[in-house]
């Protein structure tokens, strides 16, 4: 694969220098450049005092007076910690139940292939399909029905209703990739199911869990309708729904701030994904190519 | 006992437990729910009646949720077609024998990790009626006379919203559909290069027919999700303005959750399901169909 991959463009040196800065170099910049510029545009905001963002003067993609003004207010002035910690503690823990239910699952379905596990594992695919834009009426009124409205606990609970199909059906595809042998010798060995999965079968699996927990972590933390429905008050709002909902306050927009919410809500998942790209990037295509 | 956790049928379920009870509690129960919801007149704070059809019926003739539906075809339609067309315009480009290539694609994939919720409010400063960096440039460059309303305009509105869309979506599709051209074995190219192939002729006949099966399953997720999108709309223009940005996802909050009219909003959402899968069907099937016409793998 990685052979192939660096071959891919085997013709590329019959293609003239100054074609293949039309063709090439041209176009990806231009792609990169506008990918890019939001962020660039969040950090600038968040730099910017107040009479340079409102006014029309001057250059607007520079800052003359960087300030951390705005970051101060947010951090000291709104519940922006509290919701920066809910988002923390509901994505790790949303992330492990769904973990711990998904690497079950798939292993029952891909290894123990118990009668109808096909079928089973259709069925997780088409609940991966299931979109919470159309489930989040009836999801509201059984969480207040629970009496978990306004609580973590309601957030944790769903959740994982769109990470466990997908961390599952990608974790089947590691187990499927792991020899039989394997599990055979260690079942003449007298080792129960248990241990096998947990022995041998997981720490095969490592860059699939990793891929699979990196994945419904950052899944978990851009979620917006369910804790926009589920959640009232402002200490346990989540990052993406407290800056909406709190940081706007009536006609008047405090830029700065909004941007700086969005920067260090942006920031958490941003690092995590950087160190491991590999991993993501593996589970995003490896999930598609299934 | 023993004998029991033996049976591969009995230990199969008992793994299966923990998240089938998840999924069948939250997804395929308030699935039901959300339908049976929708054939009655429930409202916060207060049980409903079975009334039958009467949502649907009103919602067949109330403009705005008509609006709505023709808005999220629109929305859907324009914007899979430019994720399509981009994504795998630089999906080519990332194939390309480059130096920091590793850095490029993990570059690319940024505006996808973020929340969207949180990349909307950038959108939202950049398309700002005053202060928006793109008329600024556009003045200065005097292309334009005077800013220019992004979203304070019905249809400028759906392209701005559209446009924010388009550049979450692209990374995605655009890294998956790098991982399919990966795939493809460079002595196809050779070959016909040798058989006198021109660039567009080997993407035409090489490159597209083989990443056919992998397009089908990215554009199916990528409408799909574009379809019930919610995020963008709500925090961008919250269907607005004259509600010519609401889709049938923010419009069944605004009815069910800000308006306590639970029953219409699930009804309009339920009327998303047929529409959803008509949807895949037909992009999956769709593109399968051609993969197979075109003497691709029938999967």
Redesign the interface.
């Known amino acids: 694969?990685r052979g192939?991959?660096?071959?891919?463009?085997?013709?590329?040196y019959l293609e003239s220098l100054p074609r293949r800065a039309v063709t090439?170099w041209l176009?990806?910049s231009a792609?990169?450049f506008?990918?890019?510029f939001?962020?660039y545009?969040?950090v600038i905001?968040t730099l910017k005092p107040n009479e340079e963002?409102?006014s029309?003067e001057g250059n607007?993609?520079w800052v003359i007076n960087p300030t951390l003004a705005h970051v101060k207010k947010l951090l000291f002035d709104t519940s922006y910690p509290d919701w920066l910690w809910n988002t923390m503690l509901v994505s790790v823990v949303a992330t492990a139940?769904s973990l711990?239910?998904?690497v079950?699952?798939a292993?029952?379905?891909e290894r123990?292939?118990?009668?109808g596990?096909r079928y089973?594992g259709m069925a997780?695919f088409l609940?991966y399909?299931?979109?919470?834009?159309?489930?989040?009426?009836?999801?509201?009124?059984?969480v207040f029905q629970f009496g978990l409205f306004d609580t973590r606990l309601a957030l944790i609970?769903?959740y994982?209703?769109f990470l466990?199909?997908f961390c599952?059906w990608l974790l089947m595809g590691y187990f499927k990739s792991i020899p039989y042998e394997l599990e055979e010798c260690a079942l003449i060995d007298g080792a129960?199911?248990l241990q096998i999965l947990t022995r041998i079968v997981l720490p095969l699996a490592v860059p699939g869990l990793i891929s699979a927990g990196i994945f419904a972590f950052?899944l978990s933390?851009?979620e917006?309708?369910y804790a926009?429905?589920f959640i009232s008050s402002s200490e346990v709002k989540t990052?993406?729904?407290g800056?909406?909902t709190e940081l706007v306050e009536g006609d008047v927009y405090h830029?700065g701030s909004?941007?700086a919410?969005?920067?260090l809500?942006?920031l958490p998942?941003?690092v995590l994904?950087?160190f491991f790209?590999e991993y993501?990037?593996s589970g995003?295509?490896g999930a598609?190519?299934e | 006992m023993e004998r029991l956790l033996d049976n591969r049928n009995v230990l199969g379920l008992l793994f299966l437990l923990p998240a089938a009870l998840l999924l069948l509690l939250f997804l395929t129960y308030p699935l039901g729910l959300g339908t049976w919801l929708g054939f009655t007149d429930v409202k916060i704070g207060r049980a409903g009646e079975f009334v039958g059809l009467d949502n649907f019926r009103f919602l067949a003739g109330d403009a705005v949720a008509l609006l709505s539906v023709f808005n999220t075809f629109f929305y859907t339609l324009v914007a899979s077609v430019l994720k399509f067309v981009l994504g795998l315009w630089l999906a080519v480009l990332l194939n390309e024998r480059l130096p920091f290539k590793a850095f490029f694609r993990a570059v690319v994939l940024l505006p996808f990790i973020v929340p969207t919720a949180l990349s909307a409010i950038a959108f939202w400063w950049i398309y700002d009626a005053q202060f928006s960096v793109i008329s600024w440039t556009l003045m200065k460059l005097g292309l334009i006379d005077r800013y220019i309303d992004f979203l304070g305009d019905p249809w400028m509105a759906r392209y701005s919203t559209i446009a924010a869309n388009v550049w979450r979506g692209v990374p995605f599709i655009a890294i998956c559909l790098l991982a399919g051209l990966q795939t493809i074995a460079p002595s196809l190219y050779e070959a016909a290069a040798l058989d006198g192939a021109s660039g567009w002729q080997r993407f035409r006949h090489v490159t597209l027919p083989l990443l056919t099966p992998i397009i089908a399953v990215v554009m199916t997720f990528s409408v799909l999700f574009t379809f019930t999108d919610f995020q963008l709309i709500y925090v961008l223009t919250r269907g607005g303005p004259l509600n010519s940005t609401h889709l049938m996802a923010t419009l069944s909050f605004q009815r069910a959750i800000s308006g306590g009219a639970l029953g219409e909003g699930a009804a309009l959402a339920t009327a998303m399901v047929p529409f959803l899968l008509a949807a895949i069907l037909f992009s999956y099937f769709g593109l399968q169909r051609r993969a197979w016409q075109q003497g691709g793998a029938d999967r």
């Open positions: 694969m192939q991959a660096a071959d891919t463009a085997g013709m590329g090439l176009p990806l792609f990169l506008v990918l890019l939001p962020f545009w969040m905001t963002l409102l029309r607007p993609f139940l711990f239910c998904s079950l699952a292993y029952s379905i123990l292939r118990f009668r596990a089973v997780i609940a399909l299931v979109p919470p834009s159309i489930l989040f009426i009836p999801l509201a009124t059984m609970l769903t994982p209703t466990i199909p599952t129960t199911r950052t933390w851009n917006f309708i926009l429905t990052v993406p729904v800056v909406i830029w909004l941007m919410g969005a920067l809500g942006s998942v941003a994904y950087s790209v993501y990037v995003l295509t598609v190519k």
